[in-house]
């Protein structure tokens, strides 16, 4: 079992910077995949990034590349989501999610746990 908890969100201006973390326990870390995904009001869960175990392969949705990033700290079980130049529509709950394995996973259904989520509002 693997117990996940977000950290971080808030209110941003847009164009502001949020770093959102990811804690982890109960198992060793470094050996999941860990996901990022948000959810908007009526709308679905959707990908934005992910890191695979050791860190050596990171996936960035599109509609972020060039303003997120993704890192991992195995030695805190702490996977890290760095959000730059933020923007209205980024506003959503952020959700963070692990999974066994050394792949690149995007799909809700392909994580089997899930933290509670963070709040995320950008302001204009």
């Known amino acids: 079992q693997v117990q996940l908890v977000e950290s971080g969100g808030g209110l941003v201006q847009a164009g502001g910077s949020l770093r959102l973390s990811c804690e982890a326990s109960?198992?060793?870390?470094?050996?999941?995949?860990v996901g990022w995904f948000r959810q908007a009001p009526e709308k679905e869960r959707e990908f934005v990034a992910a890191i695979s175990w050791q860190g050596g392969r990171t996936v960035i949705t599109d509609s972020v590349k060039g303003r997120f990033t993704i890192a991992r700290h195995d030695a805190k079980n702490t996977v890290y989501l760095q959000m730059n130049t933020m923007k209205t529509e980024d506003s959503a709950v952020y959700y963070c999610?692990?999974?066994?394995?050394?792949?690149?996973?995007?799909?809700?259904?392909?994580?089997?746990?899930w933290g509670q989520g963070t709040q995320v509002t950008v302001s204009s």
């Open positions: 109960g198992r060793t870390f470094s050996s999941y995949t």
């Open positions: 999610a692990a999974r066994g394995g050394s792949g690149i996973y995007a799909r809700t259904t392909e994580y089997g746990y």
